[in-house]
Structures are given as C-alpha cells and as structure tokens.
C-alpha cells in the first residue's frame, strides 16, 4: 500500500496486477491524490471496515472486475450498500457486464474498460469525484437551478421553496447526488430509510408521484426525475 503527502482525497485501488496498480497510483498521486492498493478481493471488506472505524474511508474506490477471492461484482454491491458515499469506478475488459456495473442493481458510478490510458482514470476519477462532492458538502448541490438548503431542509427551484416533506427531500437529494445514475427502488428505500425499516416498492414510487408533481407546478415543462422502465428512477438535469 503506498500514499501520497498532501492528499486532497484518498483512493483505494483493488487490482491483482501490480504493473496495472502502480502506473494508475503513480498518476493520481502526480494529481495530488493519495492511494492505497489491495491485490485480493478478500481483504477489501475488512480494510474498508477499519478505515470507517477510524473515520478515514477513500473518496474513492477504483475497482478490477476480476479478482482473486472475492469478485469485483460482489465487491461492488457490499461496498455500495455498506458505505453508500464511497465512489466506485469499476475497471473491466468484459464489456458485456457493463450495463450490470452502471447500475442498475449493482449502482457503480462509472466504470473503465481494458486497457485503458492512466490519463483517462486520472480524468474519470475527477469527474466521478466532481459529482459526489455534494457527499461531503450538502449545500453545494445544485442543477437546473434547483438547489438544496440542508439546513433548512428546502428544495429551491428558481428560489422558490417546493415544501417537501424530509422524506421527499431526502429523495430527491440521494438523486441528486448522482446525477444520470439509475437507481433501483430498493437502493432509494436504502438511502432514504436510515433505520432500515420495511416498507414496499409502491410507497417510493407514491414519493416519487408527489416529488414529481410538487417540481412540475414550478416547472410544468421539465422532468428531470425520470422513470427507467422495470429498473427504478434518475435525476437527470437539464442542459
């Protein structure tokens, strides 16, 4: 494992070649990132666990498909449900798992086919980054002039309050935090219930029906929560 001076995020790198794993550190740590790398798909969960007990998880987790041990895959879907703000970018030369990887049920934030140049990855990673700051500063998330005030729990669209409910508000931000992301009503019930509790598909697509309509009352011609038929919903601003 290997880390830079002055980080201004931290990253893992879960990939078995070392040639792989070294020439991508090397150019985000001359990006000013800092790395670790894991060669073997078991050691990841646990050392994503102690970082979190320490409070220090990456920004970022740059992810190999295929992996001694645990797969990438599977990886993939317990990092996503463990630590929801950790980004992952998935690395693969099976393009054919590409629609599984985005999203639907497994929910990368992008992904990078093989072989790759190391400046695509360092380009990926601050785009990939760039869109889930709203993570780790709430109040900076924005788009189509729709704006979030975490303070006062309030949607703005054009300045003008939408009056939603906290858990209208909550959907509408774990959307908004990814923009173009697909998500599966079971990843929204994840994020938008904290405590777990039980409740059924149709009650998030009632959230959505109310979020949708509460936004179309200020902008009657814009939809920009769209369904993604048998899969779930996605934020999908304006140009």
Same mark, same amino acid.
């Given at each position: ?31 000013? $990132?800092? !790395? ?37 895959? !599977?990886? +993939? ?15 693969? %030369? ?18 990078? +086919? ?12 601050? %785009? ?10 709430? %109040? %900076? ?42 998500? !599966? ?17 149709? !009650? ?30 996605? $934020?999908?601003?304006?140009?």
């Amino acid at each position: 494992m290997h880390d830079a001076e002055t980080p201004r995020d931290t990253l893992l790198i879960v990939e078995d070649e070392p040639k792989i794993a070294r020439l991508v550190a090397d150019y985000l740590e001359g990006s000013g $990132y800092a !790395t670790w790398h894991i060669d073997h798909g078991d050691q990841v969960l646990s050392w994503l666990q102690e970082q979190n007990d320490e409070e220090q998880l990456p920004s970022l987790v740059l992810l190999d498909l295929m992996l001694p041990g645990t797969d990438g895959l !599977t990886l +993939c879907r317990e990092i996503r449900q463990r630590w929801p703000e950790v980004a992952i970018i998935m690395l693969t %030369a099976r393009v054919e798992e590409v629609d599984r990887l985005l999203g639907l049920e497994l929910g990368a934030d992008d992904y990078i +086919c093989k072989p790759f140049s190391p400046r695509e990855v360092v380009a990926r990673v601050k %785009a990939v980054l760039r869109r889930s700051q709203a993570l780790r500063d709430p %109040a %900076a998330i924005a788009g189509s002039h729709l704006a979030l005030d975490d303070d006062g729990w309030r949607a703005l669209a054009d300045g003008q309050d939408l009056g939603l409910t906290a858990v209208e508000y909550q959907l509408l931000k774990v959307m908004m935090q990814s923009p173009g992301r697909i998500f !599966t009503r079971d990843q929204l019930m994840d994020r938008m219930y904290r405590d777990h509790r039980i409740v059924s598909e149709r !009650t998030v697509d009632s959230h959505v029906k109310k979020l949708r309509r509460k936004i179309s009352d200020v902008w009657p011609e814009r939809e920009i929560i769209r369904s993604v038929y048998g899969v779930g919903y996605k $934020y999908q601003p304006e140009e």
